[in-house]
C-alpha cells in the first residue's frame, strides 16, 4: 500500500512540473492589460464637454445686522445623520466663517464643497445665543435679522466707525456711570426694570435693578444725586459690555459702600461673563465710599469687553448690601482696530482639500492622479471691515508618484504683485524660480507664489505659506479658492499643468512660437479630447491610487460623478461604504 502511495505522488508531481512554465515563458503581468482596459473605458466615457470635474462651486454670503458686537459662525451642514442633533455635532466641526458684520453686514463669495447644500448659522448677542439651520438657495446664503434694540440702546454712541471702516473705540464710552440718566426717583429709592437704566445690565434673574436718591437712610451719592445697590432682590452683578479694540489699556475706577456694615463685592473684567477674571476685591464698611482702581489691557481678539461690579457678600439679607457710584471707565492707550478678528475657511476649518496631478501633458499619462498629491488648508484673516489682510496655505506633499522633479505655485489672479507685502514660507532650491523682494515671481501681472520646485524635498513634510498683504484687499479681489493652483513640470518654468479651463501663468513676450505648446494648453482649456483632466481638486480627504491604477478602479462613483456632470455621487471621493477599492489605493 506504501508503495502505492509513493507511485501515485511521483506520478502527480511529474504531471505538476511539466505543466509549469519557465521562467522564459512567462508572459508580461496581466496587470499591464488590465490598466490599459480600463484606461480606455475610461477615455471612452461620455463626458458633458462643460464639466470641470470641480467639487466645489462659489457661494455668497449676505448678512444684514446692524445689532453692535454681535458675532457670526457659519458651519457646513449635512444630513449624514438620522437626528438633527447628530447632524449639528457634525456641523460644528465645519466651520467656513467666523466673524462680525462692518456697518451692519458681512458680504462675502467662497469656495463651498457640493455635498454640502445647508448652512448652520450661529449668532452670538452677549451671552444671547441662536441658531438656524438654512438652505442654500442658488448658491446663496441669505439671514436677514431686525436690530436688538436692547443691545441697539445698551451701547448708544460708545464705539464708531473711522473712514477705513475699522471700528474705533471711544474715550468715556462707559455709559451713565453715575446713574444719573435712567427713571425720576422718589426722595428714597426704587427697584426697577434694566431696560430703565440707560447702559447698565443685571445678572439678576428678576432683572431688577435698585437704584437710591442721594440722602436717603442718610447715605450721600458719591457723585451727583442718584446711586446703585447691586443687590435689588437677589445677590448679582450690574455690568456694561462695551467696544473695546485689542492692545487697548483701559483705566478703571468705582467707589464702593458697605449698608448695614462691611459688604464684599468683586470687580471682574472679560471677553463675557463667563470667563471674566477678578481684578480686585471691594471690602468697604458702610462708614463712607471708598474708591477702588486699576487698568486692564485688552488681549489679542478681543474687540468687546465685559466689565462687572459683582456682590459677594453682605451685612444684612441678601438684598441688602454694596452700593456703588460713579464709575469711570477710560481708554489710556489706543488698541489697534485693525487687528484680524474675522476668518474664512477652505474647505473648513479642520477639514483639507487635495489637489492631485497627472504630470505627463500633453500626454494623456495613466490617470492613476498620484504624481504629485497635495492636502491643504487655507485660512483668510479678516479686518474688522472684513477685508482680507492675510491667507495661509497650510499644505502638505502627500504622495509622488513620478520620476520628475516636480514643483507647485499658485496664482492669485485677480491680485497685482505690488498689494502683497511679504510671502513666507516658500522652498526653493533648483534656481528656476526668480521671485519679486516680496516673495511673489517676477515679471507677472498677477501675483504668483511658487510654494517649491522641488516636491522630493517636501513630501511627508507640514509647512505654512504666509501672505501678507500691503493693505486691505476685498474678498472680491482677493477670489476664491482654490484659487489658480499648478504644477511645474521637472524643474521646466515654461511647462505648467493647470486644473480644467484655468489659464497659465504670464510668461514674457520674448518666448518664441516653438515654445508656446510647452506653454499653454493647445485647447486652451487643460483637458483631453475626451475631456479628461490632468489635474482634480478634491474638497476632501483623498487617498493616491496605487501606480498605474486608473482612477475608476480605485474610486467606484468617479465615472458615475463624471458623465453626470457632477450632479450624483458628488461625495465619490469620500471613505463611505462601497466607495473606495482600498486594496487599489496607496493607504
Known amino acids: 500500500m506504501k508503495s502505492l502511495n509513493l507511485y501515485v505522488l511521483l506520478s502527480f508531481l511529474v504531471i505538476y512540473i511539466s505543466c509549469t512554465p519557465n521562467s522564459d515563458e512567462i508572459e508580461e503581468p496581466e496587470t499591464e492589460i488590465i490598466v490599459e482596459t480600463s484606461k480606455q473605458i475610461l477615455e471612452n466615457l ?5 464639466f470641470n470635474f470641480e467639487t466645489e462651486r462659489n457661494v455668497t454670503l449676505t448678512i444684514n445686522d446692524a445689532t453692535p458686537y454681535v458675532k457670526y459662525e457659519i458651519f457646513a451642514y449635512s444630513t449624514n445623520y438620522s437626528s438633527e442633533e447628530e447632524n449639528i455635532s457634525e456641523a460644528l466641526n465645519n466651520l467656513l466663517y467666523s466673524g462680525k458684520p462692518s456697518n451692519g453686514s458681512i458680504v462675502h463669495v467662497f469656495s463651498l464643497s457640493t455635498v454640502y447644500n445647508k448652512v448652520y448659522i450661529s449668532r452670538k448677542d452677549g451671552l444671547e445665543y441662536s441658531s438656524e439651520i438654512i438652505d442654500i438657495i442658488n448658491n446663496e446664503i441669505d439671514f436677514n435679522i431686525s436690530n436688538s434694540s436692547k443691545s441697539s440702546r445698551k451701547t448708544n454712541e460708545s464705539y464708531k466707525t473711522n ?4 471700528v474705533e473705540c471711544e474715550d468715556n464710552f462707559f455709559l451713565n456711570g453715575d446713574f444719573e440718566n435712567g427713571p425720576s426717583l422718589p426722595k428714597t429709592f426704587i427697584i426697577t426694570s434694566e ?8 445678572t439678576a434673574t428678576d432683572s431688577k435693578i435698585e437704584l437710591w436718591n442721594s440722602g436717603f437712610n442718610g447715605v450721600p451719592a458719591q457723585n451727583g444725586t442718584y446711586f446703585a445697590e447691586l443687590n435689588a432682590n437677589k445677590n448679582a452683578a450690574l455690568y456694561q459690555r462695551i467696544c473695546t479694540s485689542p492692545g487697548a489699556e483701559i483705566s478703571w475706577s468705582v467707589w464702593h459702600r458697605g449698608r448695614a456694615g462691611t459688604d464684599k463685592a468683586v470687580v471682574r473684567i472679560g471677553e463675557n461673563l463667563a470667563t471674566a477674571t477678578t481684578e480686585v476685591t471691594m471690602i468697604t464698611d458702610n462708614t463712607a465710599w471708598k474708591k477702588y482702581s486699576g487698568t486692564y489691557k485688552v488681549p489679542e481678539g478681543q474687540i468687546d469687553t465685559y466689565f462687572l461690579f459683582e456682590a459677594v457678600s453682605t451685612a444684612g439679607s441678601i438684598s441688602v448690601g454694596n452700593f456703588i457710584d460713579n464709575v469711570v471707565i477710560t481708554e489710556t492707550v489706543a488698541g489697534d482696530c485693525t487687528e484680524v478678528v474675522n476668518k474664512i475657511f477652505y474647505p473648513t476649518k479642520f477639514a483639507v482639500s487635495t489637489i492631485a496631478f497627472e504630470d505627463l501633458w500633453p500626454y494623456s499619462g495613466d490617470y492613476d492622479f498620484n504624481d ?25 506633499v502627500e504622495s509622488i508618484g513620478a520620476g520628475y522633479t516636480n514643483g507647485f505655485g499658485v496664482e492669485l489672479e485677480g491680485v497685482s504683485p505690488s498689494l502683497i507685502s511679504s510671502v513666507t514660507g516658500m522652498n526653493l532650491t533648483e534656481g528656476i524660480i526668480t521671485n519679486n523682494s516680496n516673495g511673489t515671481e517676477q515679471n507677472q501681472p498677477n501675483a504668483v507664489i511658487i510654494f517649491f520646485d522641488n516636491a522630493q524635498e517636501n513630501e511627508n513634510l507640514f509647512n505654512t505659506i504666509s501672505v501678507i498683504f500691503s493693505e486691505p484687499i476685498t474678498t472680491e479681489t482677493l477670489g476664491t479658492a482654490p484659487f489658480n493652483p499648478f504644477l511645474i513640470v521637472n524643474k521646466d518654468r515654461l511647462t505648467e499643468i493647470h486644473l480644467p479651463n484655468k489659464p497659465t501663468t504670464y510668461f514674457p513676450t520674448t518666448t518664441t512660437i516653438d515654445d508656446l505648446p510647452t506653454v499653454k494648453d493647445a485647447d486652451g482649456n487643460f483637458k483631453t ?22 482612477i475608476t478602479d480605485a474610486y467606484n462613483y468617479f465615472a458615475d460623478w463624471a458623465t453626470t456632470g457632477g450632479s450624483t455621487y458628488s461625495d465619490w471621493y469620500q471613505d463611505k461604504s462601497g466607495y473606495r477599492n482600498n486594496k487599489n489605493l496607496k493607504n
Not at 479686518?383 to 496655505?393: G, L, P, S, Y
Open 195 to 202: 431696560n430703565n437704566v440707560e447702559g447698565w445690565s443685571t
Open 46 to 50: 461620455s463626458i458633458p464637454s462643460d
Open 529 to 550: 479630447p475626451e475631456g479628461l483632466p490632468w489635474a482634480i481638486n478634491v474638497t476632501g480627504d483623498f487617498s493616491a491610487p496605487k501606480e498605474s491604477t486608473v
Open 163 to 166: 473712514d477705513n471702516g475699522c
Open 372 to 396: 504629485l498629491i497635495i492636502s491643504y488648508n487655507i485660512e483668510t484673516f479678516l479686518n474688522a471691515q472684513n477685508k482680507v489682510t492675510q491667507v495661509d496655505f497650510n499644505y502638505k
